[in-house]
């Protein structure tokens, strides 16, 4: 009882770390982040291009009003690297989505209800050690099937996404574009905020009514700052567009990691398991050796 109690308590051990893994809020949380993540980065693209879109109207009716249209330039380049990036994107979306949201699932199912199997027959070993030991073998091996699908799903979208590499996708690898894109609007703004600034306080002096010329230049200048203030936000949300995707793919990536290493130790503790009981209750086994031995 002690030899089949170790080999039985080995197995339910590596059996407890896969399912931790598997369950949700491991594997398939993680993966459900990953999803998530993913699905949400056209909705980010289009409010970044709204709100592009929104700027740029505003400062076409101030377009008398020095740097305007280079704050347009800048904006017109963030629009077309904006609409660069989500064409990219949606070229890879679909095969990045079949991968996470078809194979990782069915895989995590099978290993489930797998393990469900080999639970049951855990319990078996004492009654039937042989035949219980034979049958988690076979059940190893589909889990096996599973995780070799599990580790080519990694190297799919290590494929996909070609991280690393000069050929990754634009939507991937546009901080080459951006980084100067961003540069230059904080250069015109903080040209501008200085220009403004001083025709603001001269407006401030010499206003003394709505309708002199003054006062109507101040409230354009306060307008067009408020304005040239909100250029920044759409640039930001696209600079920081791929940093959640790449956190949540790095999640993923260590999550099959896991998975392998879970594998490797459940695999390596059948097989001394089933060694050790070949070697006690082999041919020369007496049936009635744990009726007997009392």
Do not use: M
């Amino acid at each position: 009882e002690n030899i089949v109690g170790g080999v039985a308590g080995k197995i339910r051990s590596a059996v407890d770390a896969f399912k931790k893994i598997i369950c949700k809020g491991c594997l398939e949380g993680i993966v459900q982040n990953f999803v998530d993540v993913l699905v949400d980065i056209p909705r980010l693209l289009r409010n970044s291009q709204q709100a592009i879109g929104d700027v740029q109207r505003k400062l076409a009716e101030f377009s008398e009003v020095p740097f305007t249209g280079r704050v347009q330039s800048v904006l017109q380049r963030a629009k077309s690297l904006a609409d660069a990036v989500q064409a990219d994107f949606l070229d890879v979306l679909k095969d990045i989505n079949d991968v996470i949201t078809i194979d990782l699932p069915y895989t995590a199912d099978v290993i489930k209800d797998t393990f469900e199997f080999v639970s049951n027959l855990i319990d078996r070993l004492f009654k039937s050690p042989l035949q219980s030991i034979s049958e988690i073998s076979k059940a190893q091996k589909k889990i096996k099937g599973a995780v070799a699908i599990i580790l080519s799903t990694k190297e799919k979208l290590k494929g996909i996404l070609k991280l690393g590499d000069s050929k990754a996708p634009l939507w991937l690898n546009f901080q080459k574009e951006w980084k100067p894109l961003w540069k230059d609007a904080v250069s015109v703004f903080d040209e501008a905020k200085a220009f403004l600034a001083d025709r603001l306080a001269k407006a401030k002096t010499l206003a003394t009514n709505i309708f002199d010329r003054e006062s109507q230049e101040l409230f354009v200048a306060q307008t067009v700052e408020k304005v040239f203030a909100d250029v920044f936000h759409p640039l930001e949300a696209l600079g920081n567009l791929t940093a959640p995707f790449l956190n949540a793919y790095n999640l993923v990536v260590d999550a099959i990691v896991s998975v392998k290493d879970a594998y490797t130790q459940f695999k390596d503790f059948i097989a001394d398991g089933k060694s050790l009981l070949l070697g006690v209750f082999g041919p020369k086994f007496d049936a009635k050796f744990l009726k007997t031995r009392r």
